[in-house]
């Protein structure tokens, strides 16, 4: 329990934070398997409200592949990953688009609002915000690629005090939807926004050097140390794509990145809000 001036020095420690943080733009990306424990995704929503109550400019985009898997089982349909990405072929995306867009989305719309934080669902679809095409040659996979971001709607949902949520689904070129991943999806609209920073809430630690020792997590990194992480694989299989879109993030204008482990409460504000952070932080 704290006392008074114990209050007071935690308010001295996360001062010279909030004086840089006001007014600024984050993106977060929320996924995996801590959409699935209620009592992180509440304090997860808090820590949204409680940025955006300091006045803090939040764009949320999620995922939801444990959700989508449950479904696709009710439908009798067995999901299938090739090198990490979901086969998607039209019925699978039919249930990805009803899951993320329909269920998901509007759920966590509802948890912003009761926290009287007014909030918009979206998707890639709406307003033309993301347009798409297919990452692979096999034209029945609809996985796809960011091609371009209109983020005419962000800036005007954003300029009005609301807190965009997004879907990470779009329509693609040829007039098909596509399922993306929401990594990718998030770094395309950080970059496009010249967001200050970008989270990715996941289900690691961060960048490690042993997956299996957490005293190997790497703090601070910078672009150059990326290929020669990758060179010694210790940036490896999954955390491949996620490390990638960070770069091409902070390449196209984003201060920094931020890959945090969500199945810590409160891990947000942790990383946010502490000088050495809870996670691995990215910069140029």
Not at 80 to 94: L, Y
Not at 125 to 151: H, I, M, Q, R, Y
Not at 155 to 172: A, E, F, W
Request: with cysteine; glycine share 8%.
């Amino acid at each position: 329990m704290l006392n008074n001036t114990d209050r007071f020095f935690l308010f001295d420690e996360i001062f010279p934070f909030l004086k840089s943080y006001i007014g600024k733009l984050f993106v977060v990306k929320y996924g995996g398997s801590i959409m699935q424990n209620e009592l992180l995704q509440s304090q997860f929503i808090d820590d949204l409200s409680f940025l955006h109550f300091l006045g803090i400019k939040v764009v949320l985009v999620h995922g939801g592949g444990p959700s989508i898997n449950n479904w696709l089982v009710k439908f009798n349909i067995k999901p299938k990953f090739e090198n990490g990405f979901r086969v998607t072929d039209a019925s699978t995306m039919e249930i990805v688009e009803m899951v993320l867009s329909g269920k998901i989305n509007k759920h966590l719309v509802s948890l912003f609002n009761r926290n009287n934080v007014l909030s918009v669902g979206l998707s890639g679809k709406d307003a033309n915000l993301v347009e798409s095409s297919p990452l692979f040659c096999n034209s029945t996979n609809l996985v796809g690629c960011v091609d371009s971001v209109n983020n005419n709607i962000l800036q005007l949902l954003l300029d009005n005090c609301y807190l965009p949520v997004v879907s990470s689904i779009s329509n693609g070129l040829d007039n098909r939807t596509y399922n993306i991943n929401a990594d990718t999806f998030a770094g395309s609209l950080a970059e496009s926004l010249s967001a200050e920073k970008l989270v990715l809430l996941t289900d690691t630690l961060g960048v490690m050097r042993d997956i299996n020792v957490s005293s190997s997590l790497i703090k601070s990194l910078k672009i150059s140390d990326v290929q020669i992480l990758k060179d010694k694989a210790i940036i490896s299989g999954g955390m491949i794509p996620k490390v990638d879109c960070c770069v091409k993030a902070l390449q196209g204008g984003v201060k920094s990145v931020h890959i945090i482990d969500g199945r810590i409460s409160h891990s947000l504000l942790h990383e946010l809000f502490t000088p050495e952070g809870i996670g691995s932080k990215i910069t140029l």
